[in-house]
Each structure stands twice: as C-alpha cells, then as structure tokens.
C-alpha cells in the first residue's frame, strides 16, 4: 500500500524559510512533485523532481526561492522555500507518481 505523508508546514513571516518534507513507503517511485492550493484558487504546480536523473523543474513564480531535492536512503524528497512572501501561503501537497499527499499548511505573514 502506498502511502505519501508531508511534514514540515507552518507559521513564518515574510521573508523566513521553512522545509516541507514528503515520505513515501510502499513501492519504488520514479518522479516526485509539489503542488500548492491557496484559497479560492486551483491547484497548481511547484516543481519536480526526477528520481533517478535528478533534474528537476520549478514554476515561474518560486525560481531562484525554493529548491527541491530528495534523500534516497530516506525515500523522502524536500522543498526548501526561502524569501516567503505572503502569495506562498497555501496547502502544499505532495504527489508521488500520482499519489497524493494529505497536504500541509504554510502561512506567511506580511
């Protein structure tokens, strides 16, 4: 059985970091994402990462702020977000080779 946990969310003001972590047990995976869903709107993509080549692919809006990468003894890939603004708040999720993570909150303050 496949499970996706994501860890890491919370509270900071502009400006802070925070690391949101995604676990995945279950099965070997080959390609990981980060999508966001603020309120009212869709969900929409981060960026990627590809398991065994390590490239990887972010959006526009987060380039040069966050960065994602991944520990494969842990099975676990990260995304480090630095410089938060306000328009970063939303539910993160994780989705792992089409399986989705319950999700976890970021909240930037202005």
């Known amino acids: 059985q496949v499970q996706v946990v994501e860890s890491g969310g919370g509270l900071v003001q502009a400006g802070g970091s925070l690391r949101l972590s995604c676990a995945a047990s279950?099965?070997?995976?080959?390609?990981y994402y980060w999508y966001r869903q603020a309120p009212g709107k869709e969900r929409e993509f981060v960026a990627s990462?590809?398991?065994?080549?390590?490239?990887?692919s972010y959006a526009n809006s987060v380039k040069g702020r966050f960065t994602i990468s991944r520990d494969d003894a842990k099975n676990t890939v990260y995304l480090q977000m630095n410089s938060l603004k306000s328009e970063d708040s939303a539910i993160y999720y994780c989705?792992?080779?089409?399986?989705w993570g319950q999700g976890t909150q970021v909240t930037v303050s202005s």
């Open positions: 989705n792992i080779d089409g399986y």
């Open positions: 279950g099965r070997t995976f080959s390609h």
């Open positions: 990462i590809n398991w065994s080549g390590g490239s990887t």
